[in-house]
């Protein structure tokens, strides 16, 4: 019985936040590309659904693959961080060789997500090859990127189409 005690969990090790297993679980949840358990994990955060919703389609018509997932960390009361390096279809057209991180910061009440919100840290080549999409290609953003980021229909087909205006515009600009 003595040698079995030796074995026991330590009582010194704190438990981890639960917090940060909701984060994680959203995370697996958005890079699965599949919806429903996106939608279950914003269960109670239905401002930021249709947003986090159409950049996780956005998000497999681009083609992410995961390069670097840091573990969530609990960066101020209530609030979780994740970073996400990935890989993409966009950056790619650009030929910029960048590759993109992705924050994802939720927000907590009583233990559960009650918002999020994305940043990334485009190169400033992302912007600008949107905004020439924009002025030249103005009906990309009434066809297929309709409501762009804020719940719209198509982000797959949207994203295509960025990708391949990126393609056009890193083609007509100089090196």
Partial sequence: MALLSGCAPSSDVAPRDPRLDAAENLIDAFYSFDPAPLRTALR??????????????????GNYVVLNRKP?????????????????????ALGTGYDVTDIFRMSFSEGRIVAVDTASNDPPEFEQ????????????MQGPCKEFFNGGPTPQDCVRNVVSGFRDYAARTPD
């Avoid at 969530?72 to 790619?92: F, H, N, P, R, Y």
């Avoid at 090859?129 to 990309?140: G, I, N, V």
């Fill in 44 to 61: 109670d955060a239905p401002q930021s659904t249709p947003q986090i919703l159409y950049y996780q389609g956005w998000a497999q018509g």
């Fill in 72 to 92: 969530c960390s609990l960066s101020a009361d209530d609030i979780v961080s994740c970073e996400i390096t990935v890989k993409d279809d966009l950056i790619g």
């Fill in 129 to 140: 090859a949107l905004d020439w999409l924009r002025a030249t290609r103005p009906d990309l």
